[in-house]
Structure formats: C-alpha cells, structure tokens
C-alpha cells in the first residue's frame, strides 16, 4: 500500500510555543489529506480536511486559528498548533485520500505534550 | 452523529470467531474498517462501498447494509495479532471525509 509519514513522531513543547507537524505522502499524490486528533482511549476525531491549493474546511468546533492547516503541494500537508497548552496534548494522525484506489493511508501519528 | 459501534469491548481465545458492528444515525454512502494497536497509526482493513456488499480478507470479512446503515466486521479463527481496537470509518455522501465509530476493543489470548 501507499506510504504516508509524518514529522515529527513525538514532541514536547512548552505552554504558549508553536508545533508544526508535516504529513507527507511518499509514493502518490493527494490533493485531500485529513488531519485527526486522538485522545487516550478514544476515537479518532476530525479536526479538518486539508485541500491542496485552497482553504482547509475544519469541523465544527475545532478552531482555525489555533491549528492551521496549509496543504502547499501535492505531497505535502502542514498543521501548526498556535500557542499551545497542555489541553492540546493529543496523539495527532494525518490521512492521505488516494484517488486511484479509493483508500486513505494513514501516517504513523505525532505525539505532541504540552508542558 | 459519530457512529456507534458494539460490543466496546470484546476478550477471545486464539481460533475463537468475533463480530463487530457499526451502527449510523445518518446514511452511508461507504463503511471503512481499520485496527489500530496501541501508539501506533490505524491500519486499512477493507472498504465496503455499496449496500449489501461483503468482502473479505483472509479471515477476516464485513458486511454492509445500507438500508440499516449498519456495518458489521467478522472475524473467524481469531490470532493472537488481531488484538488491537478496530474502528469503522463511516463516509456520509461522496466526499472522502471519514467519520470514525466509537471502536471496539479486541483482546485475543493464547
């Protein structure tokens, strides 16, 4: 299958600092990736869909201006976690749609703490 | 409007059968089924992309239907390597987004 990987795979940061964490897909282009966040023992939930070329479209109550989204090329997608607090400690998981097979290929995740 | 999905958890011997079930409020247009282990990233099952459809893959196979708007997993001659928790990805029109259930816990012991 398709390979998707993910930058960095685990970070620790301070209150009030910024984390950018890349996804990539390695061997296919996408021009839809989505982004998740994991809670302990929980469900993957949906933050936003990543939309090569144009703006990403976030879920109801996640906030754009604290995690942006920037999907620059096809194989690349961006989220930024703005002024991080330790609510925001989440096991975050990106997701590459490809159009080929009809899958979406997940990344191997990025474990943020916020200290 | 996340899906539901039962038992939550579930504990079997090796080579014992399971089933797992995804239940929507809302109308699916395809099921995807996932097993995560833990601290590690879902991994892609299968898709079920009409009504009635069945697939299958190795021992494990799923059925969609899209009247009921319910997925169920299938599980036969259970490994010790399916444990994990396994999750439906529910897609609501044509649109790639995924919505994932509740999960289920698997648990397979020797």
């Known amino acids: 299958g398709a390979v998707v990987s993910q930058h960095p795979s685990w970070v620790i940061c301070k209150s009030g600092t910024s984390v950018k964490i890349e996804c990539r897909s390695l061997?296919?282009?996408?021009?839809?990736m989505f982004w998740y966040r994991q809670f302990p023992k929980q469900s993957l939930m949906l933050m936003a869909t990543?939309?090569?070329?144009?703006?990403?479209?976030?879920e109801q109550g996640v906030e754009k201006d604290k995690f942006l989204i920037n999907h620059a090329s096809l194989t690349l997608s961006t989220l930024t976690v703005t002024s991080a607090h330790p609510e925001d400690s989440s096991f975050y998981i990106c997701?590459?749609?490809?159009?080929?097979?009809?899958?979406?290929?997940f990344g191997p995740g990025t474990r943020l703490t916020v200290t | 409007q996340q899906p539901v999905q039962s038992p939550q958890a579930v504990i079997l011997r090796e080579g014992e059968d399971a089933v797992i079930n995804c239940s929507s409020s809302?109308?699916?247009?395809?099921v995807h089924w996932y097993r995560q282990k833990h601290g590690e990233a879902p991994v892609f099952l299968m898709i079920?992309?009409?009504?009635?459809e069945q697939k299958g893959h190795e021992k494990i196979s799923a059925s969609f239907n899209e009247k009921k708007q319910q997925s169920s997993l299938y599980l036969t001659a259970s490994q010790l390597s399916y444990s994990g928790t396994y999750f439906c990805?529910?897609?609501?029109?044509?649109?790639?987004?995924?919505?994932f259930g509740t999960g289920t816990r698997l648990q397979v012991f020797p």
């Open positions: 997701s590459a749609h490809d159009t080929n097979t009809y899958e979406q290929y």
């Open positions: 061997d296919f282009q996408a021009t839809t």
């Open positions: 990543s939309n090569e070329g144009s703006k990403a479209t976030y």
């Open positions: 809302k109308a699916l247009y395809s």
């Open positions: 079920l992309l009409k009504g009635g």
């Open positions: 990805g529910t897609e609501m029109g044509n649109t790639d987004k995924l919505i």
